[in-house]
């Protein structure tokens, strides 16, 4: 039956979207376990890392921004 239904142009793109969050929210929490092991649980080391990826993310925010 739903092999039959047209899919709508969003659809595929909100799956997409869907699956990323859940392998994010998989993934992300084996990353920080093996940091903080890495880190032998330093916490101020682990936030700095942490903080990277935040920080690339904002920029082309920041930048797009006039």
Known sequence: MSSNRR???GSV???LRQSLGTVG???GPLLVT????LLAA????????????????AL???????
Request: overall charge positive; aromatic content about 12%.
């Open 34 to 37: 093996a940091l903080m092991l």
């Open 60 to 66: 082309p925010l920041v930048a797009g921004v006039r």
């Open 42 to 57: 330093d916490f101020r080391a682990g936030f700095r890392i942490a903080a990277l990826p935040a920080a690339l993310a």
């Open 7 to 9: 899919r709508r142009p």
């Open 25 to 27: 929210a998989f993934v």
């Open 13 to 15: 793109a909100y799956g």
